[in-house]
């Protein structure tokens, strides 16, 4: 069955770094869009990132630009978000997902993992 596995969260202060791993498998990974999305605590979840099947193209939030980077290892059926000058307000659970299209908006995904949590504080 399809599986998506986080990892890679924690506690970090703020203005460092960290690196999120998603873990595919269960369906043609190298066919797929893959995604990025968070939800803090009362919110919605949020699209955060995107990668394309080839891991050509990418797409980015206004609030993370230049600040996150996704890309993809099609050999590994990886996923990654590098995350750097981490803010308290980039505190959330960060989920991996799929799709088989490009699209902004995570109701359009069809997979999703468990989640892997991310807090900044000093």
């Known amino acids: 069955q399809v599986q998506l596995v986080e990892s890679g969260g924690g506690l970090v202060q703020p203005g460092k770094s960290l690196r999120l791993s998603c873990a595919a498998s269960g369906f043609t990974f190298s066919s797929y869009w893959m995604y990025w999305v968070r939800q803090a605590p009362g919110k919605e979840r949020e699209f955060v990132a995107a990668v394309s099947s080839s891991g050509s193209s990418t797409d980015y939030a206004d609030s993370v630009k230049g600040r996150f980077s996704i890309y993809r290892d099609n050999a590994k059926n990886m996923v990654y978000l590098q995350v750097k000058s981490l803010k308290p307000e980039d505190t959330a659970i960060y989920y991996c997902?799929?799709?088989?299209?490009?699209?902004?908006?995570?109701?359009?995904?069809?997979?999703w993992g468990q989640g892997t949590q991310v807090t900044v504080s000093s």
């Open positions: 997902a799929s799709g088989p299209r490009r699209s902004l908006y995570p109701w359009d995904y069809d997979y």
